[in-house]
């Protein structure tokens, strides 16, 4: 049980494109979702935090129009990546808390987002 | 703010040898310190979590420590295996749930 799943797994895009990550608990329901961003050879950086129904809530420094995060639903988060540049080519990864278990945060296995 | 910081940055042993991986924090105002796998290009997988009451937690051969007032945690692994190969993450988590990651120990254990 409490399996997170991201798709797509990893991704190529143009310069200047929008291009969309998923993030779906799978067998329950997360109240919360987390996206983290990790460059190569550093450590997973917290981007924003999501909660379903609200806006999320970014980290200093994250800009909120560039990385834009929706959570409808309580198995779904997305996060979209506008009008992208190389810099922000990385590995994505968004963990989700388990509805009712406050301390708990399952991790998915990772995007990696390269933009040419 | 919280740093977490992780020595070795790598790390390269032979089979059979017993090895230990560092992390370091500076707010001891922890809730409770986690120590994550992470394979090339993989997400995370949890190997042992530490509540901040707790000072040891075993799981097979690995063996995680914790002293929160000096802000360390180390990480035995005993009879180290090929299969070990991987980056060792350290994350301690605050009160309001904040996760905040050591930059990690990339490990090899040659054949």
């Known amino acids: 049980g409490a399996v997170v799943s991201q798709h797509p797994s990893w991704v190529i895009c143009k310069s200047g494109t929008s291009v969309k990550i998923e993030c779906r608990s799978l067998?329950?329901?997360?109240?919360?979702m987390f996206w983290y961003r990790q460059f190569p050879k550093q450590s997973l950086m917290l981007m924003a935090t999501?909660?379903?129904?609200?806006?999320?809530?970014?980290e200093q420094g994250v800009e909120k129009d560039k990385f834009l995060i929706n959570h409808a639903s309580l198995t779904l988060s997305t996060l979209t990546v506008t009008s992208a540049h190389p810099e922000d080519s990385s590995f994505y990864i968004c963990?989700?808390?388990?509805?009712?278990?406050?301390?708990?945060?399952?991790f998915g296995p990772g995007t990696r987002l390269t933009v040419t | 703010k919280q740093e977490v910081t992780q020595i070795p940055a790598a790390l390269s042993v032979p089979e059979g040898e017993n090895l230990v991986l560092n992390c370091s924090f500076t707010?001891?105002?922890?809730?409770?310190l986690q120590w994550f796998r992470q394979d090339p290009g993989k997400g995370l997988t949890s190997l042992l979590l530490?509540?901040?009451?707790?000072r040891e937690q075993t799981s097979g051969r690995l063996n995680a420590s914790l002293d929160k007032s000096s802000g360390r945690s180390t990480l035995y692994i005993a009879a180290s295996q090929p299969g070990d190969s991987a980056t060792y993450l350290c994350?301690?988590?605050?009160?309001?749930?904040?996760?905040?990651f050591g930059s990690g120990t990339k490990l090899n254990v040659k054949p």
């Open positions: 994350a301690v988590r605050n009160n309001f749930n904040k996760f905040y």
């Open positions: 067998d329950f329901q997360a109240t919360t």
């Open positions: 530490i509540q901040s009451s707790q």
């Open positions: 999501s909660n379903e129904g609200s806006k999320a809530t970014y």
């Open positions: 963990s989700a808390r388990h509805r009712g278990e406050y301390y708990e945060q399952y």
């Open positions: 707010d001891s105002a922890i809730y409770n």
